[in-house]
């Protein structure tokens, strides 16, 4: 990956469109992956942008991003402000990176493997790291990145603001304030991070100031500002989370009041409902004559159609006599033929107890474990099984030469009419079947 790919890896939609601008094109409803594919095309192809601008397109995107300021840093200043300043001071990874290329390009080039693993792993190109400058460098440091050089800064600060710093309870950061004591401006650039785990930055900063305003105005001005923008973030913080806070009282509150209105609405309808069910009452209580018509109608309907289920309920009652009158004229401990079923089981078992009943579904465990010696006749019920099984079954009777038989039948019933004829058949009038 070069350095004109890894640019383009770092760019957002807001700094895609941005380069897009750049190049002049303003294409903005198409998606990153598109404009990444744009601003590679212009610069992969720069003809058109060279005639015209005199110089390549990436340079001219490079030198739109530059922070004039940053050229007044040494090499080791630069590069310590790149991995130290933070996503809220408003430079992103492919500004610094534009600076980079900008200000130190060779080194930059160089770097780039580095930079590269930097980003898959935190994703950040330059890692934050401890200033190995000493006392007086980071003092010069200081210098050149704080651009407030007002002389009455500080005392603006002390008339407006310590005050409101003061609020703080001393005693409660009783150690921080005695450890702060005897730091140096080095201290306060190398400690800061770990200590800003438990305490706000502005916090220490302003602890640092009160024990060193001996420090020259550029490095105090300068805190003063990183305490005021520290202060005045935390107070954003927490005015937004108060305004989360009333915005989900206004909400519950809202809806309370919605649950009453519907309450209210939900009561308005019952008076309503009632009202016209007395209205109703009364018209019934006057038509009372044509509704006893009504209702005698409804029972001789209800009548009608007992005596039809009775009807129904006498011919089923008829069948199962005929099927008991077979079943139980048989001898159960003589077993006259086998049948191989496929559906899900009923009464036909209890009704044949001298039939030897064989599960399609599980037919190799019931030709080995039931008893098929004493009969010479297999029925198999064709619906629902397939050929493997039909075929399995065949098979076995032919082996032990037992006639086999195979017959339709589509449910419980049909299955029972069948094996009824069936035994008919082998038992001749010894099964006979009389009709009732």
Excluded at 78 to 95: D, M, V
Excluded at 283 to 309: A, G, P, V, W, Y
Aim: glycine share 4%; proline share 2%; charged share 35%.
């Amino acid at each position: 990956m070069n350095e004109v790919e890894f640019f383009l890896s770092l760019l957002d939609n807001k700094g895609a469109d941005e380069v897009l601008k750049i190049l002049g094109d303003n294409t903005k409803k198409r998606d990153l992956s598109f404009k990444k594919f744009k601003i590679k095309n212009c610069i992969n192809n720069p003809g058109i942008y060279n005639k015209k601008h005199k110089v390549t397109p990436f340079y001219m995107i490079l030198k739109r991003y530059e922070i004039e300021k940053l050229g007044d840093l040494k090499k080791k200043e630069f590069f310590y402000f790149l991995s130290n300043c933070e996503k809220n001071e408003g430079i992103k990874e492919y500004q610094k990176f534009a600076n980079a290329l900008c200000f130190y390009p060779e080194e930059t080039k160089k770097m780039l493997p580095k930079l590269i693993e930097n980003y898959k792993l935190y994703n950040e190109i330059f890692i934050k790291r401890e200033c190995d400058c000493n006392e007086d460098e980071i003092r010069e440091y200081y210098s050149k990145i704080n651009p407030f050089v007002q002389e009455d800064l500080y005392e603006v600060f002390i008339t407006y603001c310590e005050e409101e710093l003061d609020g703080f309870n001393i005693e409660e950061y009783h150690e921080l304030y005695k450890e702060i004591k005897e730091w140096g401006l080095s201290d306060l650039s190398n400690k800061i991070k770990d200590k800003s785990k438990k305490y706000p930055v502005y916090l220490i900063q302003y602890l640092y100031l009160k024990n060193n305003q001996h420090e020259t105005n550029k490095i105090k001005n300068g805190l003063i500002m990183e305490i005021i923008d520290g202060y005045i973030q935390e107070k954003q913080r927490n005015f937004t989370s108060i305004m989360d806070d009333v915005e989900l009282k206004h909400r519950e509150l809202r809806k309370k009041i919605e649950n009453y209105e519907s309450n209210l609405y939900n009561i308005k309808n019952k008076v309503k409902i009632l009202n016209t069910r007395n209205e109703e009452l009364q018209h019934d209580i006057q038509e009372n004559r044509k509704d006893s018509i009504t209702e005698f109608q409804s029972i001789e309907k209800e009548n009608l159609k007992l005596k039809k289920e009775i009807e129904n309920l006498k011919e089923r009652i008829t069948k199962l006599d005929v099927y008991n009158n077979c079943a139980f004229r048989t001898n159960t401990e003589e077993k006259i033929f086998a049948v191989v079923y496929s559906i899900k089981e009923g009464i036909f078992k209890n009704i044949f107890p001298e039939m030897i009943f064989l599960d399609g579904n599980i037919i190799d465990k019931e030709l080995k474990e039931k008893d098929l010696s004493l009969i010479n006749k297999i029925y198999i019920q064709r619906h629902g099984l397939n050929n493997d099984i039909i075929n399995k079954v065949k098979e076995f009777a032919k082996k032990y030469d037992i006639q086999c038989n195979i017959f339709m039948a589509c449910n419980e019933k049909e299955l029972i009419e069948q094996l009824v004829k069936e035994k008919i058949n082998i038992g001749g009038d010894k099964y006979e079947y009389k009709s009732m």
